[in-house]
């Protein structure tokens, strides 16, 4: 091989071989990163359904952010992780994750009213105070599927605290909730859900036998 042959050939490998090398490295750096900053969870029960499945042969499993600056900036509608207050005096390995809707966050004043429409259906209603001092709301547009719903959910005009988050399961008939043990503190959440990966088989409240999908993403509203 002559000199400008050489010199054609290292001209073109080189990137090549460099290029490779750095996706390898981000790809091994991305493996690296969700592996340590992210945890995982797995669905348990019907509560979230039909949004997330809970079956222990066929259970939805995913990531949460556990980070101070996940939970903070959380927003309506966010799915997140989180223990309820009456764990809060037992050690940490043996409280129960739940996994539930953020519905309303801190210094939010709402109601949910059980009405009926013109067709003569009844079905909850979620109001969003816009200003504390005045009657004015606007109706809250529910991010789920709500079909399923039949039971008279109401609750009384509240405002959150600074440090109050309101949560629910998908499915409000079947859901131990904040409509059962009312707002959770800011200290009781554990994560935000950035995604939701596949389906698993839980044994002995471990993943196993992973089947990854399209993963879902749940995104929140500002309003």
Same mark, same amino acid.
């Given at each position: 091989?002559?000199?400008?042959? *050489? =010199?054609?050939? =290292? /001209? ?20 690296? /990163?969700? &592996? ?18 809970? !079956?222990?042969? #066929? &259970? ?7 980070? &101070? ?10 799915? @997140? ?12 390995? *043996? ?31 979620? $109001?969003? /105070?816009? !200003?504390? =001092? ?5 109706? @809250? ?11 008279? $959910? ?15 399961? !998908? ?32 044994? #002995?409240?471990?993943?196993? !036998? =992973? ?13």
């Amino acid at each position: 091989m002559n000199t400008n042959s *050489q =010199k054609s050939y =290292k /001209f073109f490998l080189y990137p090549v071989i460099y290029l490779l090398l750095t996706i390898g490295v981000c790809v091994f750096a991305q493996i690296i /990163f969700s &592996a340590n900053y992210y945890s995982n969870f797995y669905v348990s029960g019907e509560s979230m359904h039909p949004t997330l499945s809970g !079956d222990v042969d #066929d &259970a939805d499993y995913g990531k949460y952010d556990g980070h &101070a600056s996940a939970i903070k900036n959380v927003k309506r509608f966010q799915i @997140v992780t989180a223990h309820f207050p009456n764990e809060r005096t037992i050690p940490e390995n *043996q409280k129960t994750l739940k996994i539930k809707r953020l519905l309303f966050k801190p210094g939010d004043t709402f109601e949910i009213i059980y009405t009926q429409d013109s067709n003569g259906y009844y079905h909850n209603e979620m $109001h969003l /105070f816009l !200003d504390n =001092k005045s009657s004015d709301y606007r109706i @809250v547009d529910f991010p789920f599927d709500t079909s399923h719903i039949k039971e008279d $959910h109401s609750y009384p005009k509240t405002t959150l605290t600074n440090t109050q988050y309101f949560v629910a399961g !998908d499915n409000w008939d079947r859901s131990l909730d904040s409509f059962d043990v009312g707002p959770l503190e800011y200290t009781d959440l554990v994560g935000v859900v950035t995604k939701v990966e596949g389906k698993c088989r839980v044994v #002995d409240k471990k993943i196993t !036998d =992973k089947r990854p999908y399209a993963p879902k993403i749940f995104n929140g509203v500002d309003y």
